[in-house]
């Protein structure tokens, strides 16, 4: 049903639950309420995803989660994991939220698996290999370590300096291509090894370019933006300078943080995707997620006593997007960000965006010390950019709104 959601509406287990009262009425709440906002498929989606967590967690702490997140007026499942856990946490012997585990400090992360009481060391980075195409260009940014191995046959072929075997080879890649510089070397009356040297080329521009639209694909961000397409005219308050600075991703290698404060509307998403995007485009590892799936994947891995390697594995992109950060109160989960913001602190770049002031952060991080502790790693030396709190969709709505009043009363 995750699959083909439309096939959950007149299904037979759907049925079954309604009539034995397991599918309540929040549930019926959340699923009209998701669908009326993210559309039919979408909005089923996210019913199906909220039906999946009574797999793990009492079913009395996921309806729990689901009213929780209606409080608050979201339709996102990964809060609604969230709220249920911190439910299922505080219904514990003692009332506790989480059990008691030490505070890592900056030279070493420690894990919240139970019985494991190892740490992992922040070290230096290790070394990446550079593409074939970039090997003579300075600043070129680090490439991937499992980048796929030829064919052994391909390998043998080219050791054997059958040029036969490699002219075809390039042929059956680039049959067009290589019909095309074969005449262009043919009229230039160029040497056999200017030939294979062209055809190479081509070759590692394509790889080159195949790989960087695979790093965009793989960042997962949920829709696509440019900061060329970003309007400043609309919204003022963003400085055009910083945006441009930004567009040429320096930031990223130093590793240092993008934080984006603004009330809704105002242009943060677009402001953290798009220079996600460019980095990606040139060579960065990104990864886009939201503060509320984050928490879940680790808290997940907690649970699985996977922790350590789910943190390195975040911890290792040279550029984390955590989006919608401060819209809940995250308890446990703010002791696990701090893991992900210490392994990366320094090291690799962090852009956060957040509908609150670094003041009001407090709310979400309910330990002050650890709330102070994030905020001085996210500011120092960090990009902060305010974009105000006039919302950009409000204006365009209440504008369209207004030219269709007068439109209808011209009319009448």
């Given at each position: ?21 397991s599918f ?12 009326k ?8 989606r ?92 300075a ?22 300096g ?63 933006k ?11 308050d ?12 320096q ?86 960000l701090f ?9 690799n ?12 952060w ?38 369209h ?12």
């Open positions: 049903m995750a699959r083909k959601p439309g096939a959950l509406p007149g299904s037979v287990p759907l049925v079954q639950a309604r009539a034995d009262g309540t009425a929040a549930h019926e709440a959340f699923w009209e309420a998701a669908r906002r993210l559309g039919d498929g979408a909005g089923t996210a019913l199906i995803e909220v039906l999946l967590l009574h797999r793990r967690l009492p079913s009395a702490s996921v309806i729990a989660g689901i009213e929780a997140a209606m409080a608050a007026g979201t339709r996102s499942p990964d809060v609604v994991a969230v709220e249920a856990r911190k439910d299922e946490a505080a219904a514990r012997p003692g009332g506790h939220a989480a059990p008691a585990v030490p505070r890592p400090s900056r030279a070493a992360v420690a894990t919240l698996t139970a019985g494991t009481g190892r740490c992992r060391t922040t070290g230096a980075p290790r070394p990446r290999s550079l593409p074939m195409t970039s090997c003579s260009r600043g070129t940014p680090r490439e991937e370590r499992d980048e796929r191995t030829p064919p052994r046959d391909d390998r043998d072929r080219a050791g054997r059958n040029r036969a075997g490699l002219c075809d080879l390039a042929a059956a890649d680039h049959p067009q291509r290589y019909g095309e510089v074969a005449d262009i070397v043919g009229r230039q009356q160029a040497s056999y090894k200017g030939f294979l040297t062209e055809l190479l080329s081509l070759e590692c521009d394509d790889r080159e370019t195949r790989r960087r639209a695979r790093l965009v694909r793989e960042a997962r961000f949920p829709r696509f440019r900061l060329e397409d970003f309007d400043f005219a609309a919204n003022p963003v400085p055009a300078a910083l945006i441009g600075t930004l567009a040429r991703c930031w990223v290698a130093p590793g240092q943080p993008l934080v984006l404060i603004g009330d809704s509307g105002t242009g943060k998403s677009h402001l953290l995707i798009g220079p996600g995007t460019t980095a990606a485009g040139a060579g960065y590892r990104v990864r886009y997620v939201t503060a509320a799936a984050l928490i879940n994947v680790l808290a997940e891995a907690a649970d699985e006593q996977m922790l350590t390697r789910v943190i390195g594995r975040y911890g290792r992109v040279d550029l984390l997007c955590l989006d919608e950060l401060g819209y809940i109160e995250l308890d446990r989960g703010a002791e696990l893991q992900v913001f210490t392994e990366r602190e320094e090291k770049s962090v852009a956060v965006a957040s509908n609150a002031a670094f003041s009001e407090a709310q979400a991080f309910t330990d002050p010390r650890l709330w102070a502790a994030i905020v001085d790693r996210l500011s120092y030396q960090a990009h902060i950019i305010q974009t105000g709190t006039g919302s950009y969709r409000l204006r365009t709505a209440t504008h709104a207004t030219r269709a009043g007068s439109t209808i009363q011209g009319a009448s």
